[in-house]
């Protein structure tokens, strides 16, 4: 259907629903609440939901969900990347992981899967996330892919290690490359395993990440996340014997290394079910299924 046709079929109200969804403000995922306080329609929910009704049956939006719809004003349905901040809306949140480690070149996997890492604010905030996120997931093939929610076991400043930067042409919250690494050992079975996140770690190495903003990173990280420190020198060590390191990666190992040694902990990572392997100079406790991953990805012995 034509666009001007289309105008010509509409009622008043829904004419005006149509202008502010193909605005510049036009979100791409809203709900009743949302209409009724920002198109610039002033009518009661009853009459609001019927109008909504009446723009689903023309195709101008789709309910997904009660009270929840997507914008198909321009005649097509958003990509998942354009939905991110609708769901998010207020909270701070990065786009990471998978994606993240896409964007700067750690991984060659295009996502398919969109983890958006946030500290929810309250258990209402958190479950309608999760219900919405629950919704789109039926239209992922129509969208380009899902969102995964994750909720950040770091509950202080979400920023540190993040910045604003443009993914698919959508300006949004994303990790930097040295926090995409520190993530993949905090979030190792979401991203896909130990074996991926060596060689995120590898690939990073290589293209010469900045030790500064990864010692940044994991002075955040470190109070809230011990084990995280352990984890990072126990990959590290096995990935400078596999590829040519640079002296400031050395430098970086025995620092982590002299912490490791100060703290009388021991860590772990991965499942414990099956047994571990432990590694005495970084006081860690690896799953055995992590050492098959680790072996599977590099040959590691």
């Known amino acids: 259907m034509a666009q001007n046709k289309m105008k010509q079929e509409l009622?008043?109200?829904?004419?005006?629903?149509?202008?502010?969804?193909?605005?510049?403000k036009g979100p791409s995922l809203f709900t009743l609440k949302d209409v009724m306080n920002e198109s610039g329609v002033s009518t009661d929910p009853?009459?609001?939901?019927?109008?909504?009704?009446?723009?689903?049956?023309?195709?101008?939006?789709?309910?997904?969900?009660?009270?929840?719809?997507?914008?198909?004003?321009?005649?097509y349905l958003p990509r998942v990347i354009d939905i991110i901040p609708d769901v998010f809306k207020v909270l701070r949140y990065y786009l990471g992981l998978n994606a993240a480690a896409n964007h700067w070149g750690l991984s060659p996997q295009i996502p398919h899967v969109y983890h958006i890492l946030y500290p929810p604010m309250n258990q209402a905030q958190m479950k309608r996330i999760q219900?919405?996120?629950?919704?789109?997931?039926?239209?992922?093939?129509?969208i380009g892919g899902e969102i995964m929610p994750?909720?950040?076991?770091?509950?202080?400043?979400?920023?540190?290690?993040?910045?604003?930067?443009?993914?698919?042409?959508?300006?949004i919250k994303l990790s930097?490359?040295?926090?995409?690494?520190?993530?993949?050992?905090?979030?190792?079975?979401?991203?896909?395993?130990?074996?991926?996140?060596?060689?995120?770690?590898?690939?990073?190495m290589n293209k010469g990440i900045s030790y500064v903003d990864l010692s940044r990173v994991l002075d955040h990280?470190?109070?809230?996340?011990?084990?995280?420190?352990?984890?990072?020198?126990?990959?590290?060590?096995?990935?400078?014997?596999?590829?040519?390191?640079?002296?400031?990666?050395?430098?970086?190992?025995?620092?982590?290394?002299k912490l490791v040694s100060a703290s009388q902990a021991t860590y772990s990572w991965g499942p414990q079910e099956s047994g571990?392997?432990?590694f005495r100079k970084w006081r860690i406790h690896v799953g055995r299924n992590y050492m098959d991953q680790l072996k599977e990805a590099t040959g590691y012995e």
């Open 276 to 278: 571990t392997e432990y």
């Open 176 to 204: 930097a490359a040295e926090r995409t690494i520190v993530d993949s050992l905090i979030y190792t079975e979401t991203m896909g395993g130990a074996g991926e996140a060596l060689l995120w770690l590898k690939t990073g």
């Open 46 to 75: 009853n009459s609001m939901t019927h109008t909504l009704s009446l723009l689903n049956s023309k195709g101008i939006v789709k309910r997904i969900g009660k009270g929840v719809y997507i914008n198909q004003g321009t005649g």
């Open 150 to 171: 994750v909720i950040s076991v770091i509950p202080s400043n979400p920023d540190i290690g993040t910045s604003v930067a443009t993914v698919d042409g959508v300006q």
């Open 11 to 24: 009622g008043y109200n829904e004419a005006t629903i149509y202008r502010w969804l193909v605005s510049l």
């Open 221 to 257: 990280v470190y109070p809230h996340y011990r084990s995280v420190v352990a984890r990072l020198g126990f990959l590290m060590s096995s990935a400078i014997e596999e590829i040519d390191a640079k002296p400031e990666s050395e430098r970086f190992l025995t620092k982590i290394g």
């Open 131 to 142: 219900r919405w996120s629950g919704m789109l997931k039926k239209l992922e093939d129509n």
